[in-house]
């Protein structure tokens, strides 16, 4: 077993491309400007040196053309091989949407289970770098919506790592939403596969539950420290994965603290804290002392101006708003 | 891969033609006694095309195809029975009846799928071939598309990908002049589909799509060409469809004299014609023969009637990897 290590997002996801390269002979990865950009690591890094390792052959750059590669590989998938495909932004996936909902998504069930669709899309999504409205969406709630498709959100360097190596064995097609501006986040890596719909909590504390992803879950650590300043220890959930999904760890968490926040970047309405709210007051009501409050990104698209992109964001002062109204 | 000659495989190729117009005849009836659920689309006249091509294939190889492809799935290998249990939502339907007649998967021999996405099978068959080129085997990709497909922005994405890596996928577009109800001089500007072939540097040839040696001859150059590695080719192959676009269309966007006419090019009629003139079968011996064919259809219909509904719980499974 290798030992653990400290490393950043990037230089993980890029170890997990690694190792399922060789874990697989089968696998393959495309993308555009996947070894041509920077470093020749596409651009934030993440495939470089495959193209050395494992030759032109499994590692290609194709033409900027989303409609046709989403469709492709997932036609490819089903041929016995397994792709994992670089979008890179989770915004330019619009462009292919029938590959990934209606071809994909539908393929196991609409021909009554004879294929398999091992398929990994791994891009990124998310704000807080500048990239304004067509490359800073947070889609993760539409994705998890989809029968048939699985969705990962790492929210750690060590959990990039192991829930890539999940996606890429999985037999069903799997969205990996990278976030943009945790590619630089350092972090234990201990080189294990993560199981999907296992959270993971982040912080032990009894007096409220929050669960989050990603940039959010950043904030709700930070927040944390400042709540527990007043006295005040929350409890904190990374689901790790949308699709499978963990309402256990919800209902064990809220029956000690019997309180709950849920938090995302993804905008607020309709979101995918609001599927959680909503199971946990159905399932476990008689566990909670107060009614429950959702944190998210506003109903706009994201700006382009740092002051202007802050404010439709939840920030650290919105989380700990929300623990407190729900202790209130 | 098997040759074709007019005298041996030209009787195999007349009769599926002729199984699977016997097959497709029946679907407006089975739809209007209420047992076909939503749309069907049947292919009649068209099945020179899918018999064609699928002489030419082997079960290792890949087809894409259309919400109207009975006939593509047929003339690939299929059961007639299971198929049309499946056009019917039977349990013993290929997909247990969770597909009908629109998306109709058989893996064994390389169905990927009949399609309600118009044009979604070219990216499909783009991806199949993609498969073949990583996993170094020689199985080749088809997919048909129909005129009004050719008008969707993923041909051009999937033509420029095949002809840059030299996939090995063969572009059947079986121009039968309606897109739905629009027809084809209304919807492109340059009626010689096969430049868009040529224009992303795909080899591009037209065909008569009512001849069966012809569009044998056409696809079996295809195939050669995408096994040696030398990627991708468009057909362009002229068809028409006598039946509507699907069961209940009341066809005010063309003639009946129209219809009438487009019918005297019958591939079946022509090949028939063919045969007997060579000798290779009497009027009678047809009769005869057809009579056998129309009889193993009219038991694929009793087979798909008497198949079980799926049960309820079935509408639960499959749409993730067991254990997932």
């Known amino acids: ?328 | 891969m098997a040759q074709y000659t007019a005298a041996e495989q030209g009787l195999a190729g007349l009769e599926l033609m002729a199984k699977i117009r016997e097959f497709e005849r029946r679907m407006p009836l089975l739809s209007d006694e209420g047992l076909i659920r939503g749309s069907t689309h049947p292919s009649l006249g068209m099945e020179a095309i899918a018999v064609g091509v699928s002489l030419a294939l082997t079960d290792e190889d890949a087809i894409a195809s259309t919400h109207r492809g009975h006939a593509h799935t047929l003339a690939k290998g299929a059961d007639f029975g299971r198929t049309m249990a499946e056009i019917l939502g039977r349990a013993d339907g290929y997909c247990g009846g969770k597909g009908g007649s629109m998306h109709i998967g058989v893996k064994e021999i390389g169905v990927l799928g009949t399609n309600g996405i118009v044009g979604a099978g070219i990216g499909i068959a783009t991806g199949a071939a993609l498969a073949s080129k990583i996993k170094g085997d020689k199985a080749v990709a088809v997919s048909y598309f129909g005129d009004g497909a050719s008008n969707q922005g993923v041909l051009a994405e999937a033509f420029n990908l095949a002809a840059i890596w030299k996939l090995p996928v063969i572009f059947v577009l079986e121009n039968n002049h309606y897109a739905q109800s629009s027809a084809v001089e209304e919807m492109v500007a340059q009626p010689d589909l096969s430049k868009r072939g040529e224009a992303y540097g795909v080899p591009s040839f037209n065909g008569d799509g009512m001849n069966l040696q012809e569009v044998f001859e056409l696809a079996t150059a295809a195939v050669e060409r995408a096994r040696a590695g030398e990627g991708p080719t468009l057909l362009v192959l002229e068809t028409y469809r006598y039946l509507g676009h699907m069961a209940g269309d009341t066809e005010i966007y063309r003639t009946k004299d129209e219809v009438e006419q487009a019918k005297e090019n019958d591939p079946i009629e022509k090949l028939l014609a063919q045969l007997i003139e060579q000798g290779v079968i009497t009027a009678e011996q047809w009769e005869a023969r057809r009579n056998e064919l129309f009889a193993e259809v009219e038991e694929a219909e009793q087979f798909a009637r008497n198949s079980p509904f799926p049960e309820a719980a079935e509408a639960f499974t499959d749409v993730y990897a067991k254990g997932a």
């Open chain 1, 1 to 328: 077993m290798a030992e653990t290590k400290d490393l950043v997002t990037w230089r993980a996801l890029n170890a997990a491309m690694h190792d399922i390269m060789t874990e697989f002979p089968e696998s393959f990865t495309l993308g555009e400007d996947i070894t041509t950009w920077g470093t020749g690591g596409g651009t934030y890094g993440v495939t470089r040196g495959l193209k050395k390792t494992f030759g032109a052959e499994r590692v290609l750059d194709t033409p900027i053309s989303e409609e046709v590669l989403l469709a492709a590989v997932s036609a490819a998938a089903t041929r016995g091989v397994r792709p994992i495909l670089e979008i890179m932004y989770s915004d330019f996936s619009f462009l292919g949407f029938d590959g990934i909902i209606n071809q994909a998504a539908k393929a196991r069930y609409m021909f009554g289970g004879q294929f398999d669709t091992p398929l990994v899309i791994r891009t990124n999504g998310g704000s807080g770098i500048g990239k304004a409205a067509q490359h800073s969406q947070s889609l993760e709630t539409l994705f998890a919506h989809i029968p048939g498709l699985e969705v990962v959100v790492p929210g750690t360097p060590g959990d990039a790592y192991g829930l890539l190596r999940t996606a890429a064995k999985s037999d069903n097609p799997t969205i990996f939403l990278e976030h943009k501006n945790m590619y630089y986040d350092k972090g234990p890596v201990d080189f294990q596969p993560v199981p999907f719909g296992q959270a993971r909590i982040a912080r032990e504390g009894q007096h409220a539950t929050i669960v989050a992803t990603q940039q959010i879950l950043n904030y709700s650590l930070a927040a944390a420290e400042e709540l527990a300043a007043e006295g005040i220890e929350v409890e904190i959930i990374d689901p790790r994965t949308l699709y499978p999904f963990d309402m256990d760890a919800v209902y064990a968490s809220v029956g000690k603290t019997r309180h709950l926040v849920v938090g995302h970047e993804a905008v607020r309405d309709y979101g995918w804290g609001a599927e959680f709210v909503a199971q946990t007051v159905e399932a476990a009501w008689d566990k909670l002392d107060a009614a429950p409050v959702r944190v998210g990104g506003a109903r706009t698209p994201i700006p382009y101006a740092q002051t202007l992109e802050a404010a439709v964001i939840p920030s650290k002062d919105d989380i700990i708003a929300a623990v407190k109204k729900t202790l209130a």
